[in-house]
């Protein structure tokens, strides 16, 4: 029996000396979140899409939990056929075994000028390649939800379309989009397109009255304005202007 305490108690001071594993190095998640900040800048959808799991879940701003490769790709390439680029700036970032997290604050540019800003929060994963990938991604605006504004204020809409030429038909002329954007409280739309893949458009829209335009396009008149040019809707981003 002494021999046994002698042993156990031998154990217990063994263990007690034994020092602590180290925390996981979080480098392999920060270094990734460059990454993903420079495919980002260089408007390169592919890296960026890479940089996601399979069944990664997007949770965007105002919008649906969508998960999938395609809802990764939905969720970014309006971004950046408008032009868009950010910064990412990391808060905390924790890893343990083969699941980590991220989480901090970006702003969001276009040009010299700053569109948003708000806050992510990210968890990561370690493939079996031991490459690292972003399994969930959520991140909101710090400004408050927009309803109806008195002053004036700017949106960016960014959707394909099935055929350039004649969704932008329908924007000329007499009778044009334009007219049933400014019943609806959008008094100029300017229309953009992606040289690099023309069925891709982008319209940056001065609004006085949100909430109506908001109104018009989820509308049945809206809806199938939309179908009638050609518009896919699934593919389509929003962004409101803060302020």
């Not at 969508?66 to 032009?83: E, K, L, P, Y």
Request: aromatic share 6%.
């Amino acid at each position: 029996m002494n021999r046994l305490i002698i042993i156990v108690s031998g154990l217990f001071a063994l263990n007690a000396c034994t020092p602590a594993a180290p925390p996981a190095d979080p480098s392999a998640i920060t270094s990734r979140s460059d990454a993903w900040e420079a495919a980002l800048n260089a408007q390169d959808i592919d890296t960026l899409v890479s940089m996601y799991t399979d069944d990664a879940r997007v949770m965007p701003p105002g919008m649906p939990l969508a998960s999938g490769t395609q809802a990764v790709r939905d969720a970014f390439s309006g971004m950046i056929a408008a032009g868009f680029t950010g910064t990412l700036t990391p808060v905390e970032t924790r890893v343990a075994g083969d699941i980590g997290y991220n989480v901090g604050t970006f702003e969001l540019t276009m040009g010299d000028g700053t569109v948003s800003t708000g806050k992510f929060t990210e968890t990561w994963e370690r493939g079996d390649d031991g490459v690292w990938r972003i399994s969930n991604d959520i991140w909101n605006d710090d400004a408050p939800a927009a309803s109806s504004m008195g002053d004036k204020s700017h949106l960016v809409i960014v959707h394909e379309v099935e055929d350039f030429d004649h969704w932008i038909a329908a924007w000329r002329g007499d009778d044009s989009r334009h007219m049933l954007f400014e019943a609806n409280g959008a008094a100029h739309v300017h229309t953009l397109q992606n040289p690099d893949n023309p069925n891709q458009i982008a319209l940056i829209v001065s609004v006085e009255d949100q909430e109506a335009l908001f109104e018009m396009i989820e509308s049945d008149e809206g809806q199938a304005a939309a179908a009638e040019d050609g518009v896919k809707m699934d593919t389509l981003t929003m962004l409101v202007e803060v302020k």
